[in-house]
């Protein structure tokens, strides 16, 4: 308790100089917590919105660089029935259309798929329903909207079992809408809004079709299948995945390596999360260099104060002071200043990070343990820039500081 009371007596005498002394302490550990609680915040909504689209599918890739073997429609049914924990699999096609709304060309986007693409949707149906196994088969002329998208086309939700004509290429299909899938809250306000402004005519809209509709009607090439999605409980996805990549290479005959590639949300998650991660440290060590530009600042106002102190160091080695007593009552100083400097940085942190959270669209998430760290690496910095100016008072001889003016 001596050695806290003599630092605080000595930060007391010193106000204006030690203020100075923790700015950048307090500047560094706010920064740090700023920028680390931003790139929690962003870690969070970057997953929480994969989540969102994500449907539990995994894609299962042919790398042309590996293999020039393919799949036939049939091959995905017997790969079905060798992998029953399987929910649904499908090919996919994609292609580009448009559909006139008596003023402007409407840019769509098309995807063909089986019945099973309706796992797709996790969010379900707003109305209807999506297209049956037969009607894919037969390459029935339906489709399946969202509810965004029908009130950027149609301007209302309420369109099972409306025609509309679409064109692909030079040719056109009338396409009656079976079922429409459920939209976000926010996806809903955003056409509304989009509808408000007369913007809906500037917004790219997709619809699921039978894959045998484009296939067959449109001439698109789909009978040799190089990519396929699979749909499994989230929590069998990898080892879903593991099975059919086997059951593939094994119909295709590849021995391989690499030839069958899996690609999943959760790997894709990885990657943004792994980036996001090496991006906040980087902001965040550099934020951290002013810590220890205020570390040197203590170190220089602990020099100063030391041959400011020299004579009455001098009296109290003279008394029977011990070294270590003088050692211990510098570096004591030095934390207590780093100590305070970081709990004002904590405070002014978490203030910062509160006003960031009105710029942005997801809110910053704090993370205690980072607050914690943040804080002891404060107190580390003090400890460390105060050994120098604290043994070099503990090494003093007391004739020669007693000399000393």
């Known amino acids: 308790m001596e050695y806290i009371k003599s630092a605080f007596s000595s930060i007391k005498q ?13 500047i560094g550990i706010s920064s ?11 870690k969070v909504f970057v997953n929480s919105s994969l989540d969102e689209i994500s449907s539990g599918g995994v894609t299962i890739n042919l790398d042309p660089k590996k293999t020039d073997r393919y799949l036939e429609p049939e091959d995905l049914e017997r790969i079905k029935d060798a992998v029953p924990e399987m929910q649904g699999i499908t090919m996919t096609i994609n292609s580009d259309g448009t559909y006139n709304d008596g003023k402007d060309d409407r840019q769509l986007g098309i995807t063909g798929g089986t019945a099973d693409i309706s796992h797709e949707e996790t969010k379900g149906m707003h109305a209807g329903r999506f297209f049956r196994d037969d009607e894919a088969e037969a390459g029935t002329a339906v489709c399946v909207i969202s509810q965004q998208d029908a009130l950027l086309l149609f301007r209302t939700d309420d369109v099972v079992d409306k025609t509309f004509t679409v064109d692909i290429g030079a040719k056109s299909v009338d396409l009656m809408i079976v079922g429409v899938a459920k939209s976000s809250d926010e996806d809903i306000e955003s056409a509304k809004e989009a509808i408000k402004k007369k913007e809906e005519a500037y917004y790219y809209c997709s619809i699921y079709v039978p894959y045998a509709l484009l296939t067959g009607r449109f001439g698109l090439a789909g009978d040799k299948i190089t990519s396929f999605k699979i749909y499994t409980n989230p929590g069998m996805a990898d080892e879903t995945a593991l099975k059919v990549k086997s059951v593939t290479e094994n119909m295709l005959e590849l021995r391989g390596e690499g030839a069958v590639q899996i690609q999943s949300f959760a790997s894709i998650a ?59 009552q510098f570096l004591t100083e030095s934390a207590i200043i780093t100590l305070i400097g970081g709990m004002i940085g904590m405070l002014m942190g978490f203030l910062f990070t509160k006003i960031a959270e009105n710029f942005m669209s997801f809110p910053p998430v704090i993370s205690p343990m980072n607050v914690l760290m943040v804080v002891a690496i404060s107190i580390a910095d003090g400890l460390f820039f105060g050994i120098y100016p604290a043994r070099r008072a503990a090494k003093m001889d007391p004739i020669e500081a007693l000399r000393q003016e």
């Open 32 to 42: 740090v917590i700023t920028i680390l609680s931003i790139g929690n915040g962003m």
């Open 270 to 328: 990885g990657a943004y999360t792994s980036i996001l991660d090496v991006v906040t440290l980087v902001v965040a060590l550099i934020a951290a260099i002013s810590l220890v530009v205020g570390g040197i600042g203590v170190m220089n106002i602990m020099t100063v104060t030391v041959t400011e102190r020299t004579r009455e160091i001098g009296i109290r080695k003279s008394l029977g002071a011990r070294t270590s007593y003088i050692l211990i």
């Open 14 to 26: 010193n106000k204006g100089r030690t203020f100075l002394t923790m700015l950048g302490i307090f």
